[in-house]
């Protein structure tokens, strides 16, 4: 029988768990809830039961897996399988992952920082099409990323490789970041990043538009409704998503200036816009990137949705296959 793998997503709502093919397709998936209580200490228990479980349930043994592979939020020792400052799940101190899980399950285990494992799934089976040289944005509740250079991913002597979220891209009047900088691409273009940059073209604008009296009346807004306004012709709604994606074309021109990738992929939950997106970040990258870049770096965006953690996740663990 082929051998499997099986890839974990760590999350601070769900972990989500899949068994793979060698070459990357999705046979089975699950998910359960993150138990973030008392310091995060039931997370790994629950991921060692979890496993047992469906593998019970599927006529599985541990020799029926080439590895495991996990991304995480927070600093990940790669070595020491272990993490440290995952905030979202309790684990201000460092903790034991892989060894507890290798010795519970039997099956070697493989773990990175979650925006690596995403750009990893991204790149072999995603719309970076198995190229070795992809780069990888997700807009969520911050920006992360990875980014992979000869086949590579690229972790820094600290591990900070890759924080795309960190450009600056507004370098004298931007706005605070949570890394103590100002300007950062994370503050503009982040969920709640493109909520800050409509509040703050809201004070000048003078046209009428939902989106501005709803910010204006103290009203919740979302980068998604931002996005759906735009789309339906909210002039005010539109300037907001041609600003963002001015940021994005920038930043993601100084990066494809610097590695010429194959592709800048743009993923997680604002990438949602889909082509509505792509084609403005693309026209700001156009205008910012070296010419031979220009010609020969594509601007897409993520095609593996939520599965892109546990996708990438399965590709750490085939570094076991023998």
């Known amino acids: 029988m082929t051998k499997k793998l099986l890839g974990i997503d760590l999350g601070g709502t769900t972990i989500k768990f899949g068994i793979l093919t060698l070459d990357g397709q999705v046979q089975e998936k699950w998910a359960i809830e993150t138990n973030i209580l008392e310091g995060g200490k039931h997370i790994v228990p629950d991921i060692v039961a979890s496993l047992k479980h469906r593998l019970a349930l599927y006529g599985l043994t541990k020799d029926d897996f080439v590895g495991i592979g996990m991304g995480s939020p927070g600093a990940v020792d790669r070595e020491k399988k272990t993490v440290t400052g995952a905030f979202n799940l309790n684990w201000a101190d460092t903790q034991e992952v892989g060894s507890v899980i290798e010795r519970e399950v039997g099956i070697p285990f493989a773990i990175d920082n979650d925006a690596n ?117 909210d002039k005010f709604a539109d300037s907001v998503v041609e600003k963002v994606s001015y940021y994005l074309g920038l930043a993601t021109a100084n990066i494809s200036n610097i590695l010429n990738p194959d592709s800048v992929v743009i993923g997680g939950g604002v990438s949602a816009a889909g082509e509505f997106l792509r084609s403005r970040v693309e026209n700001y990258f156009t205008k910012y990137a070296f010419p031979q870049v220009r010609r020969s770096t594509k601007v897409k965006i993520a095609e593996l949705g939520n599965d892109a953690g546990i996708i990438g996740a399965a590709s750490l663990a085939s570094q076991f296959i023998k």
């Open 117 to 233: 494992v995403a750009a990893l799934g991204e790149r072999w089976v995603g719309a970076g099409a198995n190229n070795p040289d992809v780069v990888f944005v997700t807009l969520g509740t911050g920006v992360g990323g990875g980014v992979i250079a000869d086949g590579n991913l690229i972790h820094g002597v600290a591990g900070a490789g890759g924080e795309i979220g960190h450009i600056i891209v507004e370098p004298e009047d931007g706005f605070e970041c949570t890394c103590g900088n100002k300007g950062c691409l994370e503050t503009v273009a982040s969920a709640t990043g493109v909520v800050r940059v409509a509040r703050h073209l809201a004070e000048e604008y003078e046209g009428d538009s939902l989106i501005k009296a709803a910010i204006d009346n103290g009203e919740a807004v979302s980068s998604k409704d931002i996005f759906q306004a735009a789309a339906q012709g």
